[in-house]
């Protein structure tokens, strides 16, 4: 079996003909924490949502294994049946922990389970149990979302994402909108999870403090394209002005000086993409 989870091959993908990523190559290992890093506009989030099979490359392609299938397939040529299985093989922790309002965290966490599974509402209450333990929340099962702090919503999000046992997870922004402590109890809750469960998991963040904290390995995207992968020991040691700036939070480097030279490309879009 291969030890490549997801290869990203040669990707671009364009919006209203503009460039979001170019011709990007990227392998994501089998039970390796991948941290995506980049400022607004750099196209972290467009690789994160191709990469869970949400929208398609323009060109390139994306390889991935759905549940029970070797070798790898490419996400483009998946039929709808076989895209909905390899969806269901993944969890994703939204940046807002997206939980339903309406529902108790414990329903929010078992809606996967009701929706996809033909399992008894018994063994979905012990698998609900089970998920909100591993976060830390089994005690707050019955609470609505409105009375939840935010990290203890993203921490149901996360539950929810791991309703379905995944084999990979994907995690947008997990640190956005925490003060630093809580912000550290997510990464450690990151990490607790990969070494208990093995899952394979990508993390588009710009929180630096964050990355370093979980990543096996770090990316660096900048308008659209590839700059550099390594350890978190080889970023921060880095010689490239750019890798530097972006990693130590410089004042002076390219960054700026594409600023002041009129040359910095506002996000046409009016997010992160």
């Known amino acids: 079996m291969s030890d490549t989870a997801i290869h990203v091959a040669s990707v671009t993908k364009r919006f209203s003909g503009r460039v979001i990523l170019d011709r990007i190559d990227l392998k994501v290992e089998r039970g390796e924490t991948l941290v995506i890093l980049g400022g607004s506009g750099s196209g972290k989030s467009t690789l994160l949502r ?162 370093f904290r979980i990543a096996d390995r770090m990316v660096l995207l900048d308008r659209g394209k590839f700059i550099v992968s390594g350890t978190p020991d080889e970023m921060r040691n880095s010689t490239d002005p750019l890798v530097r700036q972006f990693v130590h939070g410089l004042t002076e480097g390219p960054l700026t000086d594409r600023r002041r030279g009129g040359a910095y490309e506002v996000d046409l879009l009016g997010s992160d993409i």
């Open 50 to 211: 191709l990469m869970m099979g949400n929208i398609r490359p323009d060109e390139g392609d994306i390889l991935v294994h759905p549940p029970g299938q070797e070798p790898p397939k490419s996400l483009r040529s998946l039929t709808p049946v076989e895209l909905d299985d390899y969806r269901k093989s993944i969890g994703v922790l939204f940046q807002s922990g997206a939980l339903f309002n309406s529902m108790t965290v414990a329903d929010n966490v078992a809606l996967p389970l009701r929706e996809h599974t033909d399992l008894p509402d018994e063994t979905i209450e012990i698998m609900v149990k089970i998920k909100l333990e591993l976060v830390g929340l089994r005690e707050h099962a019955d609470k609505m979302p409105a009375m939840l702090s935010g990290g203890m919503k993203k921490r149901a999000g996360l539950a929810r994402a791991l309703s379905l046992d995944p084999r990979a997870l994907f995690y947008d922004e997990p640190s956005a909108g925490l003060d630093p402590v809580t912000s550290a109890e997510i990464d450690q809750l990151i990490i607790d999870l990969n070494k208990q469960l093995g899952v394979t998991s990508v993390v588009v963040t710009h929180e630096m403090d964050s990355a």
